[in-house]
């Protein structure tokens, strides 16, 4: 089974092509524990399968997380799977892909660097109470594309400082919370300037924190800029694996496109071998 390492600001992918392999979707979950296990095997954030798209798209993206659960969409996944596409002839430069959360487009701007239109905001909670041993944490919350990707957005004052054990617990329990029937993703941000925000992610299907969520820090963003705490259309988002760009298009009070744009980095190309997964 071929495959291809690319990560994105340290949120790495396993990609494979279900055109050639015809893997059945009902295998995809097993195949993606198995691949995704640190140590035990190539090891990733999450596994991306590209097929053939139902409809005039170029191709599907299939997100499945490292535990095996089946995501809506994955913002830096999506800048890699691009990439990928494209150096494989799959796409053009400018390309459409199928997910789960509905059409999304990408551009190849300069050899690594993709830009991905995300998918709007659909479900929008600005202001959230929520309750944890008795503390409680101002949020917004936002849902992207339909069936939306659950991300919760949690103010936290000299979060550059802060190192991610420090708020593990606090993370996986707003992941788990009783308000999210199906979760959250917990992004933990502090605004630096009126253009540049530090964001720290808790990725549900990981459980853990990752070193870069792209739907995270546009869902960050967009809900700053909706709360008019931030007024660039333009935000750098410092995360641990290094600086993402959001550029919004907004009207009025209404998120008209959110794009992420960011690095991408081919760690591998190779075949896999893996004998508890091929028996």
């Known amino acids: ?7 994105g600001l340290g949120n790495d992918f396993i990609i494979i092509n279900n055109m050639q392999l015809n893997l059945p979707i009902q295998k995809f979950s097993n195949i993606a524990k198995r691949l995704c ?6 090891g990733a954030d999450g596994l ?11 191709f599907k993206m299939h997100f499945i997380n490292s ?8 913002g830096n996944g999506a800048r890699c799977i691009a990439r ?12 459409t892909f199928e997910t789960l959360a509905g059409l999304v487009t ?20 600005l202001e959230l109470d929520i309750t944890i041993d008795e503390k409680v944490y101002k949020c917004s919350y936002i849902e992207l594309g339909n069936p939306g990707l659950p991300h919760l957005i949690v103010n936290y004052p000299g979060l550059i400082n802060i190192q991610e054990p420090e708020i593990f617990e606090l993370g996986k329990m707003l ?19 009126m253009d540049k925000v530090v964001v720290k992610t808790y990725e549900r299907g990981v459980e853990g924190f990752t070193l870069a969520c792209g739907t995270g820090a546009g869902s960050t963003v967009a809900a700053l800029i909706l709360k008019n705490e931030i007024k660039s259309n333009k935000v750098k988002v410092l995360v641990p694996g290094g600086e993402l760009l959001i550029e919004v298009e907004k009207n009025e009070e209404t998120i008209e496109k959110l794009y992420l744009v960011g690095d991408t980095n081919i760690i591998a190309v190779g075949q896999i071998f893996d004998e508890d997964l091929i028996q």
């Open 1 to 7: 089974m071929e495959f291809t390492k690319i990560q």
């Open 37 to 42: 296990r640190r140590r035990v095997s190539i």
């Open 48 to 58: 991306i399968i590209v097929d053939y798209a139902d409809g005039n798209a170029d």
């Open 67 to 74: 535990d095996g659960s089946i995501g809506e969409m994955c």
């Open 84 to 95: 990928y596409a494209y150096l494989n002839n799959l796409a053009p430069k400018k390309m």
């Open 106 to 125: 990408a551009e190849i701007l300069d050899n690594r660097l993709v830009k991905v239109r995300l998918n709007n905001p659909e479900i929008i909670k």
């Open 175 to 193: 992941r788990f919370h009783e308000e999210f029937p199906k979760g959250a993703n917990v992004n933990f941000y502090d605004i630096l300037d």
